[in-house]
């Protein structure tokens, strides 16, 4: 039904890669969340307040938590169509992120306080009333969270937004929350156990993990998370239709939120080909233009030509990591033009245990190569080896993405 109200409003099939379709998808996820969970607060209020029931009033305030995270949502996403400016270049979009963290908050502050009603309800228990009206309350809640789910998971993998696959992720455990609370009541009514109280707390700590959850995933993307990889392939591929290019190097996806991207990447490729390379370069900017809607930065940089002083340096330097006893290694080793100097540049491959030695590595490299030459410049790039790097590409274009 929300893909259909998408058709109608675009006046036909909408082009989901499309930044105007995205917005729309979820600016139609947030509305639709608002309307739901304001239904569904009410109903459970009502229903809780009739019934003397901690737990259903619980599950209700979650609700209305829930609505207010959508509020928050939906005014992150208007504030994120706002373009560039002389303020802020690179536009608003990571805004909807600054409202994801203070909507998280939100929502743990919320359930720390419902705990502190439940503790109350177990310490001074009141029977709840059961009729079949709380009942039907509970199912239909669970059906409605569950319908959510759905499109708030759908409408995530289309906008690529962190909020909606956190709000799709809160719509399960409301839905297991409720679900609680439809269990302890149905055994209330037939054993006379007095397990409200308990069932609240169990739903307040529902709504403070989904919160807790919910700010660290946003907070993840703050920080910078890897690029989806499918995105770094096309990347890759468009590069490699161009064989002048020789390698390609330190590429990255800047990530500035709701669709918008700034890719950096260095191509190397040999003197002789400097006109196809500028050209190549050209092109691909275009492409990636086309096919992401985004700005593109490409350095080129000249190779040397020169095997036996390139496997002579890599020699000098691998002399100094035997020093380590062969936890660290050195990967894409070359040589770059740079006027009356000539760069050095590889990757350094070390384990965690000699991060704090990093710095001391590296000095120690670029002293023993500078015994052959002054004019030797090094750019080294330090790695934390892991178990992923083991699955790096060993091609000539190797991945080496960020996320910013």
Known sequence: MMAQLIKLYFKGKANISDVAVKRAYASLSSVAGIILNLLLCTAKIVTGLFSRSVAISADGFNNLSDAGISLMTLLGFQIARYGRGSTHPFGHGRFEWIMGIFASLAVVLMGGQLIHTAVQSIVNPQKPLFSVATVIVLVLSILVKAYMYFYNRQFAKVTNSETLKATAADCISDAAATGAVL??????????????????????????????????????????????????????????????????????????????????????????????????????????????????????????????????????????????????????????????????????????????????????????????????????????????????????????????
């Open 183 to 404: 269990l302890s009541t149905v055994i209330g009514h037939i054993t006379g156990w007095q397990i409200d109280g308990y069932c609240g707390a169990v739903v307040s700590g529902f709504i403070v993990i989904a919160g807790i959850k919910s700010l660290w995933e946003v907070l993840g993307r703050v920080m910078g998370q890897a690029t989806d990889q499918s995105m770094i392939d096309d990347v890759l591929r468009t590069v490699e239709a161009y064989p002048e290019i020789a390698a390609v190097q330190n590429l990255m996806v800047h990530d500035y939120g709701f669709g918008y991207f700034v890719i950096s990447l260095r191509v190397e490729g040999y003197r002789k080909d400097s006109e196809q390379l500028y050209n190549a370069i050209h092109e691909i900017s275009c492409t990636l233009y086309k096919q992401f809607h985004c700005d593109c930065f490409i350095q080129a940089d000249y190779l040397i030509d020169d095997d036996v002083l390139t496997a002579h340096l890599q020699d000098k330097a691998e002399i100094v990591l035997q020093r380590y006893g062969g936890k660290v290694s050195i990967d894409h080793f070359r040589l770059l033009e740079s006027g009356r100097y000539t760069t050095i540049a590889f990757d350094l491959l070390y384990p965690a245990e000699l991060q704090k030695s990093e710095e001391v590595i590296c000095q120690e490299i670029e002293k023993e190569l500078k015994t052959d030459n002054l004019q030797y410049r090094t750019i080294i790039k330090s790695i934390l080896r892991r178990e992923r790097y083991g699955s790096h590409r060993r091609n000539k274009f190797k991945n080496q993405e960020d996320n910013q």
